[in-house]
């Protein structure tokens, strides 16, 4: 498998399996598949596994498949869906959820430890949710003040060998985070063929998440995409009930024309969505959101064949389906 550098992290695998569908919150899965996968993965050179507690039994299943002695090499990250708690109580919950992980993963420390909560800048209101946004985003008085003194204890603690932020929040107050004095080194960015969030999207301005990577990359963070497929939006079909309205659908409904032109050309959709992801600019690693071995093997066939052609980026692009 081809490699690249993930910011400080030093080299990686272009994907990195996702804890989402191993952890059994992407459709139906089992656990000996699950655990089978994890194996599978590193067995197909894939040398990150993107775990965090919200992914139900990820973790569990990491401590479970590899009994906390991972291969050389493999680096492993998780997450902690802050929100906006007091301010004395920030580095506690952190502390807490990433020692939760390491015990359930059986391991001493993690290579990159995300702050998994949305990024506001204080004052601001959301579109959707913002009566509940204490819950799921992190605002800037407290990311600057409590946080990121937090991420650097961590890491002087060595607990943690890096930090990051998942750039998903306020694309102002995630570019703000990217310039600050004391930067992440990492960042969690959408890369998909529609620049779009989808259900994660609770604000009204555009998501920039190619600016994000971009400014990103030029402060030296590494860059790991996330949402390829856009929650299933961009494969044959979504594996789960979804009402009408929700945005994954609706972006399922707008990918129309895409499985057409898959369709067109005899290939899967859900491959050409990662190999078009795996081309994108500032991208360092691709995060999958597969659920078994059959999908994962589908991944790393696409990751093998390369990136698209140029006329094939090209047609896709001219189907208008990147958010403005």
């Not at 959820?97 to 059986?106: D, R, V």
């Not at 509940?132 to 204890?153: C, I, Q």
């Not at 589908?298 to 006329?311: F, I, S, V, W």
């Amino acid at each position: 498998m081809r490699t690249a550098t993930l910011g400080p992290l030093g080299e990686v695998s272009r994907l990195t399996l996702g804890g989402g569908g191993i952890g059994q919150i992407w459709g139906q899965n089992t656990k000996d598949e699950a655990l089978a996968t994890l194996v599978a993965a590193l067995d197909g050179g894939i040398t990150v596994l993107d775990a965090a507690p919200m992914y139900h039994n990820c973790e569990a299943f990491i401590g479970e498949a590899f009994g906390g002695r991972l291969p050389a090499g493999v680096k492993v990250t998780t997450k902690h869906q802050l929100g906006s708690p007091p301010a004395a109580e920030v580095a506690g919950r952190l502390e807490a959820s990433l020692t939760a992980s390491l015990e359930a993963m059986k391991l001493e420390r993690v290579d990159l430890f995300f702050l998994h909560s949305n990024l506001h800048l204080d004052g601001f209101a959301y579109a959707h949710g913002d009566a509940h946004k204490d819950a799921f985003s992190t605002n800037w008085s407290l990311y600057e003040g409590e946080v990121v003194p937090a991420m650097a204890r961590l890491k002087a603690q060595g607990r943690i060998g890096a930090w990051g932020i998942t750039g998903i929040g306020v694309p102002t107050a995630v570019l703000r985070a990217l310039d600050h004095a004391v930067r992440p080194d990492a960042v969690q960015a959408i890369a998909n063929l529609m620049d779009s969030p989808g259900a994660l999207k609770r604000y009204t301005e555009p998501a920039r998440p190619r600016e994000i990577a971009a400014k990103a990359r030029a402060n030296g963070l590494g860059v790991m995409g996330i949402r390829a497929v856009q929650a299933g939006a961009l494969t044959a079909g979504i594996d789960r009930p979804l009402s009408a309205n929700n945005p994954d659908n609706t972006d399922f409904t707008r990918a129309t024309g895409f499985r057409a032109l898959c369709a067109q050309w005899g290939e899967d959709p859900a491959v050409v969505a990662h190999r078009y992801a795996l081309g994108m600019a500032n991208i360092d690693t691709v995060v999958l959101g597969v659920k078994n071995r059959d999908e994962l093997a589908q991944c790393l066939a696409g990751e093998a064949a390369g990136g698209l052609e140029p006329a094939q980026v090209a047609a896709i692009d001219a189907l208008g389906l990147a958010e403005g």
